[in-house]
């Protein structure tokens, strides 16, 4: 019997279609969210965590192994990501500041201001997410999740913005990762680029080099049209560098030609 490793899901055109172009180092990862935790019983080769973990760490399994992990509320260590992502509910002393004061905010007023920004999902609206290799899941994601350098991070803004044209902003206070790449794109619906913060760097393996796109899976084909016809057009990954005769042979094969003249 095969191994299981093996099984190729429904969305393997697509994950191929993505790394032809931007050759990433790491699988990326459709990410689900699910009203009912008990639906992730339906979800196919589904790996639950044997101990409690932050959420950014189901991702890394994901996109580093390529098993398809479940995690729901009681799973979830993260205080951060269970508000963020509607698993827990905010209370006086988060929204007062308290995670922020005296760590990334000098003031109880610069705290409290941070705390406002972050971007949550409803309380209650969800209670369990599920993420996996795009190329072996089984489910259809609400988000496509792709951790890169800032050159493949480029080349997905440029598709994104081949027939809308303008800019894409990024808005981040380079904490809770999860809040920006899982609640504001699931709350806006828009592409999401993202600083890997501080959790997902030192429990979730991402590396100095990374940023994160998030990506609504509604707008994923869109996206692969655009990188498709830019890398046509000549804006390509690897980036082509120009490359030319080093002045520095060309000097010396000068003077070796003279010297075997004379």
């Excluded at 990501?81 to 002393?93: D, N, Q, T």
Aim: charged share 25%.
């Amino acid at each position: 019997m095969l191994d299981r490793f093996y099984f190729m899901g429904k969305y393997e055109i697509l994950n191929n279609q993505l790394n032809k172009y931007l050759r990433l180092a790491t699988f990326p990862i459709g990410v689900k969210l699910l009203q009912n935790s008990e639906d992730l019983e339906t979800i196919k080769f589904l790996k639950k965590p044997e101990h409690k973990i932050a959420l950014c760490q189901i991702f890394s399994y994901a996109r580093y192994y390529g098993w398809t992990m479940g995690c729901t509320k009681d799973d979830n260590l993260c205080p951060l990501a269970g508000i963020s992502i509607g698993f827990e509910e905010s209370y006086k002393l988060f929204e007062e500041g308290a995670f922020f004061i005296g760590r990334y905010n000098e003031t109880k007023e610069g705290a409290k201001k941070t705390t406002a920004s972050m971007p949550k999902i409803p309380y209650r609206k969800y209670s369990a997410i599920v993420s996996g290799a795009l190329e072996r899941i089984d489910f259809e994601p609400d988000l496509i999740l792709i951790w890169g350098n800032s050159a493949q991070i480029m080349r997905i803004i440029q598709g994104y913005l081949w027939k809308r044209g303008g800019r894409v902003s990024m808005s981040t206070f380079c904490d809770g990762v999860c809040a920006d790449t899982i609640s504001n794109a699931i709350n806006t619906g828009e592409l999401q680029v993202a600083f890997p913060c501080l959790g997902d760097r030192r429990f979730g393996m991402a590396l100095d080099t990374d940023l994160i796109t998030s990506i609504p899976f509604g707008i994923i084909n869109e996206i692969i049209e655009g990188i498709e016809k830019t890398h046509k057009a000549g804006t390509r990954y690897p980036i082509p560098f120009q490359l030319s005769a080093p002045e520095f042979f060309i000097k010396l094969k000068k003077q070796l030609d003279k010297a075997k003249k004379n």
